[in-house]
């Protein structure tokens, strides 16, 4: 099958580690030839590393021998690049958060429906190890069915960059790593959301929000506490999952932590009481040692191809996205109601 050779837009921090880690993996579907920047100093980087330099969008456009794009820009420029690149026949890879509100996606789609080009927002988090073990937990009620999720990213460093702290460039937590831990869950939890209850803070100053707490519930009965924090000195676990025969804890990305689930033998001692503090407690008193046991996670395996190979097999063989596009509307609009449900109080 042929190869596609593919163009990068914005060759910053992201950009550039399509260019050289996540498109040349694929070395024998894609080729990335070359990048447009409007920064001069990341062109010259770009041309440093013997990637062809264009001098403009409408250039790479006009190029005929480029198959695909990639959108690595900050959030409030997808929009324009995409539909432009829709229109101009590419193939386009888009970052997330794929665009700033849905009314900007529903622009994007129509012209993915007029054009019938391949447009695939990079979702990338559903390949993370961590997430690929809480899901086949969850799908194969290894602590039984799973009713509580509590996913969070907890950092010290505030706000990155320049761009991630102007809400006309789309900065904030929520826009950035809100869509991943939303996209998670939403692919998870294959249930309706009923209600959504959310809090985005401000501690560092900023207009954008520095991070956010949301309580979800899904109409499956499924809760879930989705946090981001960047103000956080010491961390809470990345995942605390609770089904109704266990407990797993993934502490963080080096996938330390533990299952512990009920072994359902009926013939445990009850609980001893244990001082708690000054005072005596049996219900909060750990459970007698036969009443659990301790599981090993299972292999952080996918049950679906890495991104790329998916994107090339959409493109070639017209298979089904991983990522689809009404997924993607679906966070986006979760996050347009968290935003006008914060600012309106
Ligand atoms: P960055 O600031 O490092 O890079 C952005 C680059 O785009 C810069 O080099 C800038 O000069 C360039 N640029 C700005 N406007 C442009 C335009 N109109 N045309 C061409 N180039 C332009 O930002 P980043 O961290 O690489 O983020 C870029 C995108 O990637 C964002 O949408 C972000 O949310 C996303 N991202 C995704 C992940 C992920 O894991 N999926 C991780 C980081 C960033």
New binding site residues.
Partial sequence: MSIINFAV?????????HAHNLIPAESTRFHVVGT????GE?QQISKGKGLHIYES?DEVLKDGNIEAIL?????D??K??AIRALRAGKHVV????VAMNTDELDEILAVVKETGNVFMV????RWDPDFLIIRQLYQNKTIGDIFQIETRVQGANGI?????HLEKH?GGML??WG??LLDQLLWLVDSPVQSVHSDLSYILGDEVDDGFMSYITFENGVRALVEVGTTNYTKLPRWYVKGLEGTAKINDWDLSGEIIAATGRKDVAAPTPIQAGVGLTKTMAPPSEEATEKLAFPEPKADFVPFYQNFYEVVREGAEPIVKNEEVRKVLKLIDDIFESCHKG
């Fill in positions: 837009i914005g060759y910053g921090g992201m950009g550039s580690y447009y920047d409007i920064s990341r969008l959108i690595a820009t900050p959030n420029s997808h324009e690049i888009c970052e997330k958060p990079h979702q990338n988090r990155p960059g320049d761009w991630r789309g826009l950035d869509v991943h």
